[in-house]
């Protein structure tokens, strides 16, 4: 488990409602051990869930609930938007991995989940990217 507060992203949410049971055990850990989420991994997750999953409405809204009283959700605000725009000029990430790396550092995580940035590396000194995937076998 995770030591101090830490941040999943919508990678690591959709995989909790796929198929690929290794990576869906890990997310399911995750999300069990109270993480904190966004308010734009929450719309990800929606728009992956219907777009690529082929959910319904109604199967997002229930994914959606089934996990949202177990974690906290950080809203983005004007703030954390515009301190996504200072990460991604220090550090060359997307607008949206940058707002996924300000809103983890706004709500203070030490460790955020991704499997989508760079593993181990350090953000401002405070916050380090882990992908939980990376031990599987590929």
């Given amino acids: 488990m995770p030591d101090g507060k830490f941040f999943v992203d919508s990678n690591v949410v959709l995989y909790t409602l796929g198929n690929d049971l290794p990576k869906k055990f890990i997310a399911a850990t995750l999300l069990a051990a109270?993480?904190?989420?966004?308010?734009?991994?929450?719309?990800?997750?929606?728009?992956?869930?219907?777009?690529?999953?082929?959910?319904?409405?109604?199967?997002?809204?229930?994914?959606?609930?089934?996990?949202?009283?177990?974690?906290?959700?950080?809203?983005?605000?004007?703030?954390?938007?515009?301190?996504?725009?200072?990460?991604?000029?220090?550090y060359g990430y997307s607008t949206y991995d940058s707002l996924i790396l300000a809103a983890a550092l706004a709500s203070s995580c030490v460790t955020l989940y991704s499997e989508d940035m760079q593993h181990s590396q350090i953000i401002r000194g405070k916050l380090t990217i882990i992908n939980p995937f990376k031990i599987l076998p590929a």
């Fill in 34 to 90: 109270r993480p904190i989420i966004s308010t734009q991994v929450l719309a990800e997750t929606a728009y992956v869930a219907r777009r690529k999953l082929g959910f319904s409405v109604g199967q997002v809204q229930s994914a959606l609930s089934s996990f949202r009283g177990d974690v906290e959700i950080c809203v983005i605000t004007e703030a954390i938007f515009d301190d996504s725009l200072s990460i991604a000029l220090q």
